[in-house]
């Protein structure tokens, strides 16, 4: 069982990149143009566990943080981000850095080009593996790592009640030689993603649906998202569904707390895992004004909806 399921999570992660539940908290992760583009700091956090149950099963840990560069000027953004993603006896780490370009649109609206540069590097330890064979050179016997550079780019056109990116990851279609006998090959992927905020009239509500689309050319795969936010006082909280056709539904939850937002999200999967072995993910934000010429300086603010 243990070896099936890593042989399938293999295909997997050769077609696609980490795909989290909550992609709207996460747009930087998927588009660096998203970078400072709406004039705060922003750090966001996420843990999620996928396929919880099996031996070897997906751990992914993702930290990534964005601001306006002021001192060039509100129009430019940096970001800086950390991926770590174990599945069996492969770890990938990903430490990139972002920049983006943003202009005014309109009274209200921006449009922003950003790059990604990035340093991958995936390392197999086979301590944990038992094989029948252990003279098979397609396996090695200690363990071995490899890196290379990656680059992505995307565009994002961001309004107060909408907003519309597309980017591409993996751009050089890099190869990581691991060892003598393996390498892994990362082909480019694409993503179209946007959303809206539809105000409910004469109530405290708010919704928000939502997409990703994302592909290698030669697989696809679709998210739809929809929540309902509420708004009072200061206070808000959030509840919501997700669909991906053919893969899973998601339940979604969560709040801002003393300026920090926490959600929790459970991705069940809809064919050929168990409901009880779905993804659990935890995402964590925080977001503040860094822009010292204005009045309110430093004072805190509840994370992005959008």
Same mark, same amino acid.
């Given at each position: 069982?243990?070896?099936?399921?890593?042989?399938?999570?293999?295909?997997?992660?050769?077609?696609?990149?980490? $795909?989290?539940?909550?992609?709207?908290?996460?747009?930087?992760?998927?588009?660096?143009?998203?970078?400072?583009?709406?004039?705060?700091?922003?750090?966001?956090?996420?843990?999620?566990? $996928?396929?919880?149950?099996?031996? +070897?099963?997906?751990?992914?840990?993702?930290?990534?943080?964005?601001?306006?560069?002021?001192?060039?000027?509100?129009?430019?953004?940096?970001?800086?981000?950390?991926?770590?993603?174990?599945?069996?006896?492969?770890?990938?780490?990903?430490?990139?850095?972002?920049?983006?370009?943003?202009?005014?649109?309109?009274?209200?609206?921006?449009?922003?080009?950003?790059?990604?540069?990035?340093?991958?590097?995936?390392?197999? /330890?086979?301590?944990?593996?038992?094989?029948? /064979?252990?003279? /098979?050179?397609?396996?090695?016997?200690? $363990?071995?790592?490899?890196?290379?550079?990656?680059?992505?780019?995307?565009?994002?056109?961001?309004?107060?009640?909408?907003?519309?990116?597309?980017?591409?990851?993996?751009?050089?279609?890099?190869?990581?030689?691991?060892?003598?006998?393996?390498?892994?090959?990362?082909?480019?992927?694409?993503?179209?993603?946007?959303?809206?905020?539809?105000?409910?009239?004469?109530?405290?509500?708010?919704?928000?649906?939502?997409?990703?689309?994302?592909?290698?050319?030669?697989?696809?795969?679709? /998210?739809?998202?929809?929540?309902?936010?509420?708004?009072?006082?200061?206070?808000?909280?959030?509840? +919501?569904?997700?669909?991906?056709? !053919?893969?899973?539904?998601?339940?979604?939850?969560?709040?801002?707390?003393?300026?920090?937002?926490?959600?929790?999200?459970? $991705?069940?999967?809809?064919?050929?895992?168990?409901?009880?072995?779905? !993804?659990?993910?935890?995402?964590?934000?925080?977001?503040?004004?860094?822009?010292?010429?204005?009045? +309110?300086?430093?004072?805190?603010?509840?994370?992005?909806?959008?």
């Amino acid at each position: 069982m243990a070896a099936l399921f890593l042989a399938f999570c293999s295909v997997a992660r050769a077609q696609w990149d980490v $795909q989290f539940s909550d992609f709207t908290a996460l747009k930087s992760y998927y588009n660096p143009a998203v970078s400072g583009t709406d004039g705060m700091l922003d750090v966001d956090a996420v843990y999620s566990m $996928q396929m919880v149950g099996y031996d +070897g099963a997906p751990s992914t840990m993702y930290v990534g943080a964005s601001l306006p560069v002021y001192f060039l000027s509100p129009r430019h953004g940096a970001g800086v981000s950390f991926l770590n993603d174990n599945i069996g006896i492969f770890t990938t780490t990903r430490i990139g850095l972002q920049y983006s370009y943003n202009i005014k649109v309109g009274s209200k609206g921006k449009l922003a080009i950003g790059v990604l540069g990035a340093l991958m590097s995936e390392k197999i /330890d086979p301590s944990d593996m038992e094989l029948e /064979d252990n003279s /098979d050179p397609a396996f090695p016997s200690s $363990q071995q790592d490899g890196n290379t550079v990656d680059l992505g780019a995307g565009l994002y056109y961001y309004h107060p009640k909408y907003w519309l990116g597309i980017s591409g990851q993996h751009l050089l279609a890099p190869t990581i030689v691991i060892g003598e006998t393996n390498e892994v090959e990362i082909p480019s992927m694409y993503y179209l993603m946007g959303g809206c905020n539809i105000k409910i009239k004469n109530s405290l509500f708010t919704v928000q649906p939502s997409f990703l689309i994302q592909s290698d050319w030669d697989s696809w795969r679709e /998210d739809i998202q929809c929540r309902l936010l509420y708004e009072s006082d200061g206070k808000e909280f959030y509840g +919501g569904l997700g669909y991906s056709p !053919s893969t899973s539904v998601t339940f979604l939850v969560g709040g801002v707390f003393h300026g920090i937002s926490l959600g929790y999200n459970y $991705q069940l999967y809809t064919s050929g895992v168990g409901a009880i072995n779905g !993804s659990h993910e935890l995402v964590v934000g925080y977001q503040t004004n860094l822009d010292l010429f204005k009045k +309110g300086r430093n004072k805190h603010k509840s994370v992005r909806w959008l």
